[in-house]
């Protein structure tokens, strides 16, 4: 049986998978990210799975710091996810992970995000500037909300209407 962190691993995980499906409702966001990401010398699946892990490693960096159990996510204020994502240091986000990872995939995209995260020069810039990519993500889809405070649960309520897969 999974546990609680886990179980709030795969939660956070989920979001960070949903947040660009979400804001490319509007395709001209897709094809405007993409061309920031090849500006940047960026692989477009690089940095679009990168995006999703940064915000997985943000909205788990704020549960853990707070205490909040994965049953509690969805509780979760977008704006502390967003503030996370360009406020807190590499090292914080990759705190209190799992030691192992249900999906393949994030264990694959962690260890990339630590490899960007231990390099100097410009994979630490890219980091930051991929980092300004997921609060603004958080912030669009954050506007669509016709609440003043959106939190995790609006983006899942989102995804569910989109038939996202879990």
Known sequence: MASDHDTLWRRCAYLGRVLLPLVDKEPWRQDHRRERLHSWDIEVSVGERLIEIFAALAAHAVAVDTFLPASEL???PISAVAGAATSKQDFELLAGLPDTFADERDDIAVKVFRLYAYKDGQTSLQLLRLSTEVRHTLT???AREAVPAPTCGDIFRQA???????
């Open 160 to 166: 569910d209407q989109a038939d996202l897969p879990q």
């Open 140 to 142: 669009v889809l954050a």
């Open 74 to 76: 969805k509780t979760l």
